[in-house]
């Protein structure tokens, strides 16, 4: 997976995990990385909209048989 504007960088990553206990390797870094960056393009695409009704307000009030 290609991310083209990546702005933390594989070394960043391993001194944030180091300084929080948790040692990786270069390779366990950019798998890291990579799987951020997904999470992150996703989440931007599941904008909620605060006007949209919740999922209370559409279900129905009787029992499906």
Do not use: H
């Not at 393009?41 to 209370?56: H, R």
Request: hydrophobic share 40%.
């Amino acid at each position: 997976m290609s991310f083209l504007d990546k702005k933390v960088s594989t070394k960043r990553a391993i001194d944030i995990l180091e300084k929080n206990g948790t040692q990786v390797d270069e390779g366990d870094a950019v798998i890291i990385l990579d799987f951020l960056y997904l999470i992150a393009k996703n989440s931007n695409m599941l904008e909620v909209d605060q006007n949209s009704p919740t999922l209370k307000r559409n279900r129905t009030s009787g029992k499906i048989l």
